[in-house]
């Protein structure tokens, strides 16, 4: 698998880069075409290609391709990062590539994230202590990359996000109950972790200082089965990052409204 998607660089990958970068077309950067200018299907497989034999660098300089054809930055996240991310784990589960590819690619892909996030992010603003949120993958899951992207949309929206991980179910009931959080975002990337959520959200709720606290679920097994996330006990899902965090904006009004009362 690693060979053929070397072999893919090499032949396609490379010399479309090359073209780019020096200025000459290649049928789909017409800055003048908005439809060819957004990241497609094939700009999600070269991505993935590059990060899984290739450095961080290099795959930083394609995403660097797409916004010199006008790509904006919430887009390469949406279209193009997170559709990559959900690339590499599909090529896990079908055992086409192995965990450790996938971790190293997903590395990469991290790593990419972090190069774009100053730009991302709007200027630094006063903070406003009720916009406070966690963010996290499910205790003992260690891909951290959806809770990290998500992270970033949060931030732009100006919250307070604490996104550091969680090893144990202990530690996240330490966390919620050490400090008040107005959402909790729990990313779940094994069906084996839909088992254990909804007596960990129990826990959540019992032990958070915020008795309104509003948890929010995310993944693949939700993205296909949203109704779930109500199964589990959750108060909201999301298919991705700008939707989590309109759906914690919706949560927080709901909170306001409840103190009100």
Known sequence: MRALLATAVQAEVVP???????GQSTGLDDPGEDEEALPGPEDVVALVALVMTSDAATALC??????????????????LLAPAARRLGLLWV???CSFADVTLGLGRLQQVLRQLSPAFLPPTRRRDLRRRAALLSMPGEHHTFGPTMV???????GWDVWS???????????????????????????????????????????????????????????????GLAAQVGADATAQDGRQAALQAETLL???AERDIR
């Open 253 to 255: 009004a709901l909170l």
């Open 62 to 79: 394609f995403v660097d391709t797409l916004r010199l054809r006008g790509v904006t930055l919430e887009r390469l996240h949406l279209e």
């Open 16 to 22: 479309r880069l090359l073209l780019r970068q020096s």
């Open 164 to 226: 550091e991980l969680c090893s144990t179910e202990d530690e996240l009931i330490d966390l919620v109950g050490g400090q008040w959080l107005a959402v909790l975002g729990l990313s779940v990337s094994c069906d084996d972790g839909i088992d254990r959520l909804p007596k960990m959200i129990h826990r959540v709720r019992r032990s958070s200082r915020n008795e309104a606290i509003g948890i929010m679920v995310g993944g693949r097994v939700f993205n296909e089965n949203p």
């Open 151 to 157: 992270t970033e949309f949060f931030l732009r929206a």
């Open 94 to 96: 079908e055992d086409l």
